[in-house]
């Protein structure tokens, strides 16, 4: 499957943006998707993951209560509604799938099987 997220920028502290992934090649809704996220001298971490139906959502403590994960499946796009901003939350946030569960939300990047090309979020104090 292949992954284009869109909708990252610039942005005041304290504001919104809403991230978008479009999804093409194979069916969507067979797999799990999440969002990471990789700030400058960081490794890359989970932000955010979602079952393959959407029915079943998953959050890092530190978007908890601000952050929001959707799908799509008509549309194959995978969405991400981040309020409340904070500078902290500025990094490259990538889009993610794999059709297995844990590999999404539990054991961290490594070995997931597709990628977006990430896009950037800066939040300015």
């Known amino acids: 499957v292949q992954l284009q997220a869109s909708g990252g920028g610039l942005v005041q502290a304290g504001g919104s943006l809403r991230l978008s992934c479009a999804a093409s090649?194979?069916?969507?809704?067979?797999?799990?998707m999440g969002w990471f996220r990789q700030a400058p001298g960081k490794e890359r971490e989970f932000v955010a993951g979602?079952?393959?139906?959407?029915?079943?959502?998953y959050y890092a403590d530190s978007v908890k209560g601000r952050f929001t994960i959707s799908r799509d499946n008509a549309k194959s796009t995978l969405y991400l509604q981040m309020n409340s901003l904070k500078p902290e939350d500025t990094a490259v946030y990538y889009c993610?799938?794999?059709?297995?569960?844990?590999?999404?939300?539990?054991?961290?990047?490594?070995?997931?099987?597709?990628w977006g090309k990430g896009t950037q979020v800066t939040v300015s104090s």
């Open positions: 993610a799938a794999d059709p297995i569960l844990t590999k999404i939300v539990r054991t961290g990047p490594n070995g997931i099987d597709y």
């Open positions: 090649g194979r069916t969507f809704s067979s797999y799990v």
């Open positions: 979602i079952s393959w139906s959407g029915s079943s959502t």
